[in-house]
Structure formats: C-alpha cells, structure tokens
C-alpha cells in the first residue's frame, strides 16, 4: 500500500546527505509525552491529536541511525483525509547551530523519492525504505523536525529527532 507520512522529509533529509533535519532557527525540544510508537528517535512536535497523518508506529534499524550503514525504516498509519497536490515540506538541517539545508518542498515532487504519487488516498497505509547513509557524515549531533502540511495549511504531521553520529 502506499504510505504518505511525515517521515517522508526525513527520508528526504537522509537522501540529500545523510543528515537530521531541524527548522525554524530553534533547538529540537524533545518530550516523552509525543514520543513517536516503535523503535526510533522520533518525537511529534506538539500534541498528534488533530494530524491528518495518525502514525501507528515507525521502526528504524538500526536505532540510531549509523554513518556508512544501510537505514531501514518501517511505519504504519492511517491517513484521514486524501493528501492533494501543494501539500508542503518545510525541511532544514542543522549540525549543532549550523544550518545546512533550509528549504520547503512541495511533497507530491518529493513522494517519487518513497515511490508514491499523488494524490494520495485516505486510510490504513504502510511504508518500507532502505537509505543507505554516506560514510562522510561528520560525527556530531543532528537535530531533525520534519513538518508536513497539506495545501490548505492543515497539519499533517510534524515530526523531530535528535540523532547523534559516532566516528567509525
């Protein structure tokens, strides 16, 4: 089944470099009280109750994600509503305070990335992905927030995470 999902800028995020995502110019503030089901680093943003994307559960293997490994990522959910052309990706990264990627990308351009088109139909979906992360990245801690609106503004799903990168 297809699966459109928040973490959709995540595989973004890791495709481009291989690193986290943050926007807005802040530091990720993880609470245990939006902690995303499975096994992953990812937090919601704020209170899920009102995202058109309910996740059920993402797994990353391996947790955390490591330099130089092939990253597997697994998640289910149940998509409220169709997800239409214009939704948006607001996506940046950060190393520390430095911003490496700053962009915002309209999803449906992104979705050939996971294999998926738009638009895309309410209910049950499933996703799995393999990114294989570069042996360049730099140890250090990434901060990830990957926030997905639809067309109208409406939340889909925000999610964040902080990850840290060891040397081999």
Do not use: W
């Amino acid at each position: 089944m297809k699966f459109l999902t928040p973490l959709l800028a995540l595989f973004v995020a890791y495709a481009y470099a291989g690193f986290g995502v943050n926007f807005g110019g802040s530091q990720v503030h993880l609470t245990e009280d939006y902690k995303v089901p499975g096994e992953n680093p990812l937090f919601f943003c704020d209170d899920p109750k009102d995202n058109t994307l309910e996740i059920d559960k993402v797994d990353l293997d391996p947790n955390p994600p490591a330099a130089g490994q092939k990253l597997q990522i697994t998640a289910t959910g149940d998509l409220k509503e169709k997800i239409e052309e214009g939704a948006k990706i607001h996506l940046q990264v950060k190393y520390g305070l430095i911003t490496l990627i700053k962009q915002d990308a309209d999803l449906c351009d992104q979705a050939s990335n996971i294999n998926l088109e738009c638009p895309i139909d309410e209910g049950k979906l499933t996703l799995s992905k393999d990114v294989n992360l570069p042996n360049e990245i730099p140890p250090g801690k990434y901060s990830v927030i990957a926030d997905v609106t639809t067309k109208d503004g409406k939340k889909i799903t925000c999610l964040q995470a902080s990850i840290q990168f060891s040397r081999h």
